[in-house]
C-alpha cells in the first residue's frame, strides 16, 4: 500500500467512526512506519488522520522545545511536535522527505489532533498479532511507556508507539506551564 503526500487542502480524512480505537482483536493489523532521527517507529494506522507537506507552521513564543508551532488545516488549530525533540534528540532537520502526519489521540479530556515531525514516511505494514513482541523493560532509546509493543519487520524489530503515551495532552500541558514558570 503505497502513501500519497498532499497538500492539506486536497487531503482525504477518516471520519470519527473510522478512527474509533479498535481493539487487536483481528490476527492482522497496519501500522504506519516512518523515520524519526535515523529511528524507525510505527503507529497503528487506526490513529492516522492524514499526512501533509511540512510547512505553513506558525511558531508559538515560550512553548518547550518540542512543540514546532500550530498549523491551519481546514480552519483547525493543530499544534505540531518535533518527535526527534520529544524523544531527546536535536530538532529535525527539514529536508524534501520531511512532513507532517496528523494523529488523533484520544486521552481523558477528549479527541485531540496533533501533527508530528517526521522525516520521512515509508509504507504501511500489516504485520499479524504473533509478530508484535511486548514492550521491552529496558534498552530502548525511548521511554518505555512511550512503547505499545515491538513489531518484527523481516528480521529487525521495530518500535510501535503508544500514542497516547507520547502525546500526552496533560503531560505536554505540563511541560508548557513549566517551561512558562522557568523562562
Request: glycine content about 6%; charged content about 20%.
Amino acid at each position: 500500500m503505497a502513501l500519497q503526500m498532499t497538500q492539506p487542502s486536497s487531503v482525504h480524512t477518516r471520519s470519527s467512526g473510522e478512527m474509533a480505537h479498535a481493539a487487536f482483536a483481528d490476527d492482522a493489523h497496519q501500522y504506519l512506519r516512518f523515520t524519526v532521527a535515523n529511528e524507525i517507529f510505527m503507529v497503528d494506522i487506526l490513529h492516522i488522520k492524514e499526512i501533509i507537506e511540512y510547512g505553513n507552521i506558525t511558531e508559538i513564543p515560550m512553548m518547550p522545545g518540542f512543540v514546532r508551532g500550530v498549523i491551519n488545516l481546514r480552519g483547525a488549530v493543530v499544534p505540531v511536535i518535533d518527535l526527534a525533540v520529544r524523544f531527546n534528540h536535536k530538532p529535525t532537520t527539514v529536508s524534501r522527505r520531511t512532513c507532517v502526519v496528523i494523529i488523533e489521540t484520544w486521552q481523558e479530556s477528549g479527541a485531540h489532533d496533533i501533527g508530528i515531525v517526521v522525516d520521512a514516511v515509508h509504507e504501511v505494514i500489516e504485520l499479524q498479532a504473533k509478530d508484535i513482541e511486548p514492550t521491552p523493560a529496558f534498552g530502548a532509546k525511548v521511554r518505555t511507556d512511550f512503547i505499545w509493543g515491538m513489531g518484527k519487520v523481516n528480521d529487525d524489530f521495530v518500535i510501535i508507539l503508544h500514542v497516547e503515551k507520547v502525546l500526552s495532552v496533560e503531560e505536554m500541558t505540563a511541560l508548557t506551564d513549566m517551561n512558562k514558570v522557568v523562562n
